[in-house]
């Protein structure tokens, strides 16, 4: 099955800064990639997704880039706000067959105001 | 909004008692999905059900059960608690047509 792993598991950075977690995934067939936040005492909500026939997709301030031969995609935000802080995920699946999301052990992103 | 909500939000169980773990979407999503959160480990998918009366396990499925007899609601059941099911269950929903899983807001069980 799909094996998918995140780094780093904490990172602490400056309001303003940016922020960078990667994620890699094992599954040569998976083609769909999301990202969910989650915020303290919440559910995880999704907040950009992208799929393996583009190479980077762009939201505001969060971006995803894709590099499918080696199988890895990472979440960059810019212009990090203390509202960035939050757990993130990164998942991975199939398009085909029964969908079910892979998830990364997560990253919890503290901006520091 | 979808909203998908879950019985409890904390919840604390004996060793051996038969627990329940409900979750109820108000959209019509044919897709239903049990996970586990623990720290360092991310989410784990337990089951999951792409319509009533079907249901498929996930990655984690030993010492879980699943029941979806309605479409808008999906139960979990512990059997037989045990101290190693202490953690954050979350349930989430989607439609069958998109990818976007939208979750409730999560239940921590702890098991003593």
């Known amino acids: 099955g799909e094996n998918v792993e995140q780094h780093p598991s904490t990172l602490s950075v400056q309001e303003g800064d940016s922020a960078v977690i990667k994620c890699t995934y094992s599954d040569s067939a998976s083609n769909y990639f999301p990202w969910y936040k989650q915020e303290l005492g919440k559910g995880p909500q999704l907040i950009i997704d992208i799929r393996s026939n583009v190479g980077e997709k762009k939201d505001q301030r969060i971006a995803v880039t894709l590099n499918k031969t080696a199988k890895h995609f990472s979440l960059h935000i810019t212009e990090t706000q203390p509202e960035d802080s939050a757990v993130y995920f990164c998942?991975?699946?199939?398009?085909?067959?029964?969908?079910?999301?892979?998830f990364g052990s997560g990253t919890r992103l503290q901006v520091q105001p | 909004d979808v909203k998908v909500t879950q019985s409890s939000r904390y919840l604390v169980k004996r060793t051996g008692e038969k627990v329940f773990l409900e979750c109820v979407q108000d959209m019509d999503h044919e897709n239903m999905f049990w996970y586990r959160q623990d720290p360092g480990l991310g989410l784990r998918l337990i089951y999951f059900?792409?319509?009533?009366?079907?249901?498929e396990k996930g990655d984690i499925p030993e010492g879980y059960s699943v029941s979806r007899e309605k479409k808008e609601r999906f139960s979990l059941i512990l059997e037989s608690a045990s101290t190693n099911q202490t953690s954050m269950y979350l349930c989430?929903?989607?439609?069958?047509?998109?990818?976007?899983?939208?979750f409730g807001p999560g239940t921590r069980l702890t098991v003593t």
């Open positions: 989430a929903s989607r439609t069958g047509g998109e990818d976007e899983q939208y």
């Open positions: 998942a991975a699946s199939r398009d085909t067959g029964r969908r079910a999301l892979t």
């Open positions: 059900s792409y319509d009533v009366k079907m249901k």
